[in-house]
């Protein structure tokens, strides 16, 4: 299916013309983004929410870091997550103060985190990770060793409740306030990478690989 | 007190030299993100991320927006939040998969959010909150109108269990991979603001802002 079946929880209500249900959209945000956000309970019912790193393969995300062991540590069998991931495009400068806002493409998914055991996909899993951090680094670098593999929780989200939302253009204003004598518009914003800086340890003469020099989102 | 008084839930286990508790250093965070990832837990308690504005005004920070309103909707004497903000600052290529990283500053909170219902602090929640998102854009702007007001909701959160995480440098290799023939380093990634862009609806002749030109974190 093409598009995500909203569901209560996954039904954009605030501004509902935000609301944005189709895969290829998602998905679209869901690999330009650097980072998520996820949302868990800790062992007394808390909300924790912790940022860390992912990669999507199909319909499954899969994590691993500092969330993985920190879900981890209280729950093995799979535990309910809201995983968050935002793109600010631009500062929306209206001419009332009320009337600001953000351009943004962001994502929300509800689901359950569950631990990746099965070693082929743990594997395929990391690779998934590292290629969404820095496509083409997994080629070059060494592949994790099997105690490696022990030494990293993974886990994984299958994308089912699923919703995007997305502000673009620029500021709207009300009648009244058109002929105010203020300035109005978007500062737009993006992500840069700068030229890489080489480990002052490396002792061999590796040339900078063009997926460093050229790194986007 | 110069810094906060880790907690259980504050003290950073998982690389514990990366936890940074000194207000001076959470606040440079805290003020130079865009936005922040709330979590809370919905009327079922299941956990919900939305990321938000905010701004910060000495020790409490104000959210608004469509964070609040979801809250706001359950929730009316406040309601306990784990409020996250992280900077990327760099891609961490190592020799191996394994030490693959990012150089980030992130800090999180636990604590309460309650709505701020005294008019006087709620002006300037809404002050504190333009100003963190553009800096100098409360004084030329329309200031909020009493129905306005009333239409928005503003919550805050006190700055009591509150803990940093920092990365920096270069990428840490195991010994005997220092030799691959891989290059190594740091991919320094930032935001930038583009030149604005004039709303097409712009009526008067007025000058584009320094801080909109000059827009940066």
């Not at 912790?50 to 981890?72: D, N």
């Not at 806002?101 to 099965?118: D, H, K, L, Q, W």
Request: glycine share 6%; aromatic share 6%.
């Amino acid at each position: 299916m093409a598009t995500f079946a909203p569901t209560p929880r996954t039904t954009v209500r605030r501004k509902p013309t935000r609301g944005v249900y189709d895969r290829e959209t998602v998905f679209a945000i869901l690999d330009e983004a650097l980072i998520c956000h996820v949302g868990f309970n800790d062992a007394e019912g808390r909300p924790v929410v912790i940022p860390t790193g992912y990669g999507r393969k199909g319909e499954r995300l899969y994590l691993h870091g500092s969330a993985a062991s920190r879900m981890l540590r209280s729950v093995a069998e799979g535990i309910p997550v809201c995983i968050e991931v935002t793109i600010i495009d631009g500062m929306v400068l209206a001419r009332s103060t009320f009337h600001h806002s953000m351009n943004y493409r962001s994502v929300v998914i509800f689901g359950t985190a569950v631990p990746v055991t099965e070693e082929a996909e743990k594997f395929e899993a990391l690779r998934i990770i590292t290629e969404h951090l820095v496509p083409g680094r997994w080629a070059d670098a060494r592949v994790p060793a099997p105690q490696e593999m022990k030494g990293t929780a993974v886990l994984y989200v299958d994308l089912e409740e699923v919703s995007a939302k997305i502000r673009t253009g620029g500021p709207i204003d009300d009648d009244e306030d058109m002929d105010l004598p203020v300035w109005a518009g978007v500062v737009p914003i993006r992500l840069v990478a700068d030229t890489p800086i080489a480990d002052d340890k490396l002792r061999v003469a590796a040339q900078v690989p063009d997926y460093a020099t050229h790194y986007k989102r």
